[in-house]
């Protein structure tokens, strides 16, 4: 009792301190610390989530929930002019971005094809000798429009200059974030959903270091998918449908959320909010479409669910049962069918849902995320930042703690082999599968969602 009106006395001294500590702990993980250094890493995202736990269970008025909101502004800030220490994504988009510059285009040109040319562009592009950096230059580009542009435009403003591009696109996502936030909050309060819940996405340690910090685009797509929610709920439908495009031109994902628009518009609306978001994605991608457009970003699809592996759960187990049983990876097989059987879950819960509301809408994208990264053979950490927003529309929070475990997943990276250590996997999915089978049975959650 006298611990706890302490800290109600105390409570603005203790954010502000809370949050100039967690400040020199992003700092310090995201200038000095690589991701080989797992110990250290693992380390001071334990204790910066610790910080993100304390803000949310302190019990504080609304008014220190704002300040709580700036200080996730600021904390995002802290990583402007740092280089992406934990991923290397970031050489495709500015590969990509360079090409696009150049006059060329990053669906149809092989990197690893490209760099043994005599182009005239071939120095430009690679300025910096960028293709030693490439992980996948084997692979065609598979970012869509809005995401190449954002790299045209980190290439356009510093051609030659690594740090200068990434700051760039670093701008666009956060200041994408910075809608989801506000975006996030008006919809929390439209739904009258407790309004604390977007200190869950505001905070938490995964979003800031893996969309602010590592310069992946799910910022940009789930802002796009926000603010298409929120116009179809002022009835801008048509609106709504193009930015919805916008959201599946930043990343593929959202066009596994389509099906749950059908029973939520007019036949006549539905018809047309389709066709909307039909021709934008043809006019965003017509640009680059050529003869081999098709064949080559098919080819790279093909080689990302038969040959691409990480931290994946149900895969796991199926590849361990094709060893035992066959001696060998089976992911040619396994992967493409574990895609299908996420599109049938889908396909039946839109088919099924009754519950016809925005809210549920929301809800149904958290149900079809999760149920596409339980099947999927690749589950990188920034993966879970859509899940981690939808989820303050419900009650579920094993997302929350799977955005601590999920970090173990960076011990892969302490040597240039790259090997997965499953043991810590396989503890990675007992915590997280025993917390939600606790919400699902014990607590009764998804009858809560269901509603």
Known sequence: ??????????????????????????????????????????????????????????????????ILLGGAIILRLAFLFMLPNF??????????????????????????????????????VNQGNLFKHLNSPDYFTLYPPISQFVYYIGAKLSPDNVKGSVIIMRLFILIADIGNIILLSKLLKYF???????????????????????????????????????????????????????????????????????????????VLVYLIIGLSLYALFAVFIDASFINNISSSLDLYFQKFEFNASVFYIIRWLGFLF????????????????????????????????????????????????????????????????????????????????IMLSYATYQTNNYIENLCLVGFEYIVVGGYLIYEVFVLKRFQAISK
């Open 1 to 66: 009792m006298c611990f706890n009106t302490f800290l109600q006395k105390n409570s603005l001294s203790l954010i502000v301190l809370t949050l100039i500590c967690s400040l020199f702990g992003y700092i310090f993980l995201g200038y000095y610390v690589e991701r080989s250094s797992f110990t250290t890493l693992i380390t001071i995202y334990f204790f910066l989530f610790l910080a993100y736990l304390f803000f949310y269970k302190l019990n504080i008025e609304n008014k220190y929930v704002n």
């Open 192 to 270: 009258r959903v407790n309004s604390k819940n977007i200190i869950l996405y505001a905070l938490n340690p995964l979003v800031i270091l893996e969309l602010t910090g590592n310069l992946h685009f799910e910022g940009i797509m789930l802002f796009f998918l926000l603010l298409a929610v929120y116009l179809f709920i002022k009835g801008f439908w048509d609106y709504a449908a193009i930015v919805f495009s916008f959201s599946i031109a930043t990343k593929l994902i959202p066009l596994m959320f389509l099906p749950f628009l059908w029973k939520r518009l007019l036949k006549k609306q539905l």
């Open 87 to 124: 991923s290397d994504d970031y050489f495709r988009f500015i590969w990509d971005g360079r090409l696009l510059n150049n006059g060329l285009n990053p669906f149809t040109i092989l990197p690893s094809t490209f760099i043994e040319s005599n182009v005239v562009q071939l120095q430009s």
């Open 326 to 405: 066959h001696g060998h990876d089976i992911i040619q097989v396994a992967g493409p069918l574990l895609a299908l059987l996420t599109f049938s879950s889908i396909m039946y819960l839109a088919y099924a849902e009754k519950q016809l509301g925005w809210k549920h809408f929301i809800e149904m994208v958290f149900i079809t995320n999760a149920t596409y990264l339980l099947f999927t053979a690749t589950v990188h950490p920034w993966y879970l930042t859509i899940l981690i927003a939808t989820s303050i529309f419900t009650n579920y929070r094993f997302v929350i703690l799977w955005s601590l475990m």
